[in-house]
């Protein structure tokens, strides 16, 4: 039937039957399922499929101190607003003080229920340096949501605005940050080291932990661990060409893990985070940011990428979605040859929350040729298995598995 096979895959099919009938004469009492399909070659090719190695293990708070080296470059966008890295480095190691002055420290979780802003990212960055792991909390999600995720993960107290304070769950002891900031005011803005935190921050401890839609049952927190953050920065900055003149957009929700991404993607070459208003969620608003603030790098969503008209983001070098199915149609749109000749790279992103964001990104992806979801990023490996654990042969579906250095400690 060549109207419906070429000869390599019938081949493959007549090799694979003979396989099976060696192994069950060989051994009449084999279960046919464990009868072997493939040949020692087909497996060490399936078997082997892995990113570069991973870079060496550190923490996110070293990530953050290296951004902040150059303090007068402008750290975030916000409204019309320039924070410098070093204005932010310092307020928020004056904060992150006076949480290690409260007891606060490493595996210790503190809530940041914080609507996108300049004040998000500090809440972030002094968590981060006092050794605790933060726990995003959309504070526009419903009460009994918000309070399970604090019951769960044991904050040992949150951060949000006066604006939130008094709409949120009491299960925690709620710091105004407004409040926390001006009470820091005369602790000392130097960098935070181990020297000063409860006991050293290590690559092992929490960095954050984020909570999973609650799709299959109620929200499971998941424990993300410093290494694996450290390394899928170090991925993106070099996957995506970044560097300090990039500018990055910040338009996910801080309960979603792209907003962990926009940060790595920010801080990593210490670049300018441009943070998108709470109030814009697509179309002609996110266009105009887009436009007026110049931004080069940006994760968006395929349906909120959609709603946006693309003509005129020339500045937009690289734009990067996952979360959805990504069509045929959305790179086409997209992936066009911008005024000065260069394409613009579009990037296809996949992985749970459990491998740290993403475990697969594509290489940047052409118009009219397949939209695939990559290999492994560096210090990851995939496998595509049948229900016993085996290789599944090219072109037969199985189930994804990752392993490596982004795979997160577990649910708390």
């Not at 070429?6 to 007549?14: K, Q, Y």
Request: negative net charge; contains cysteine; hydrophobic residues 45%.
């Amino acid at each position: 039937a060549t109207d419906l096979f070429d000869r390599a895959t019938v081949v493959s099919f007549a090799e694979r039957f003979v396989r099976v009938l060696g192994a069950v004469v060989a051994d009449p009492a084999v279960v046919v399922g464990d009868a072997p399909w493939l040949s020692s070659g087909e497996l060490s090719v399936l078997s082997s499929v892995a990113g570069v190695g991973a870079v060496p293990s550190g923490t996110l708070a070293d990530v953050l101190s290296a951004a902040a080296v150059d303090a007068d470059r402008v750290a975030v966008r916000f409204e019309g607003r320039s924070v410098s890295y070093g204005e932010l480095d310092a307020v928020s190691s004056r904060l992150a003080r006076l949480l290690i002055a409260e007891g606060v420290g490493p595996e210790d979780r503190v809530a940041v229920a914080v609507p996108r802003s300049v004040e998000s990212v500090v809440a972030l960055w002094a968590v981060v340096k006092s050794g605790a792991a933060f726990v995003p909390v959309d504070p526009s999600y419903p009460v009994g949501r918000i309070a399970h995720m604090l019951s769960d993960s044991g904050a040992v107290l949150g951060l949000t605005t006066g604006g939130f304070a008094g709409g949120l769950p009491g299960d925690v002891s709620w710091w105004v940050l407004e409040d926390a900031v001006e009470r820091s005011a005369g602790l000392s803005s130097a960098v935070v080291g181990d020297e000063d935190r409860r006991v050293p921050l290590r690559a092992e401890h929490a960095a954050y932990v984020i909570y999973t839609s609650g799709t299959t049952g109620l929200p499971k927190g998941v424990v993300v661990a410093h290494a694996g953050v450290v390394n899928f920065c170090a991925e993106q900055v070099d996957r995506y060409g970044l560097s300090a003149s990039a500018r990055v957009l910040h338009f996910a929700s801080p309960s979603f893990d792209a907003s962990v991404l926009e940060l790595l993607m920010a801080v990593g070459a210490g670049s300018t985070m441009v943070v998108a208003p709470s109030s814009v969620y697509g179309g002609v608003e996110l266009g105009e940011l887009l436009r007026a603030e110049s931004v080069s790098h940006a994760f968006v969503t395929p349906g909120a990428l959609g709603s946006v008209d693309p003509a005129g983001l020339d500045a937009l070098r690289v734009v990067v979605t996952g979360g959805e199915a990504c069509s045929r149609e959305l790179v086409a749109r997209w992936a066009v040859v911008l005024p000065d000749g260069s394409r613009r790279a579009f990037f296809n992103a996949y992985g749970p929350t459990e491998s740290t964001v993403a475990s697969n990104i594509s290489d940047a992806l052409v118009p009219g040729e397949p939209v695939v979801m990559g290999g492994p990023v560096r210090g990851m490996r995939v496998y595509v298995l049948d229900g016993r654990l085996r290789p599944v042969p090219v072109g037969v579906a199985g189930e994804l598995y990752v392993s490596g250095v982004q795979v997160a400690r577990g649910y708390l």
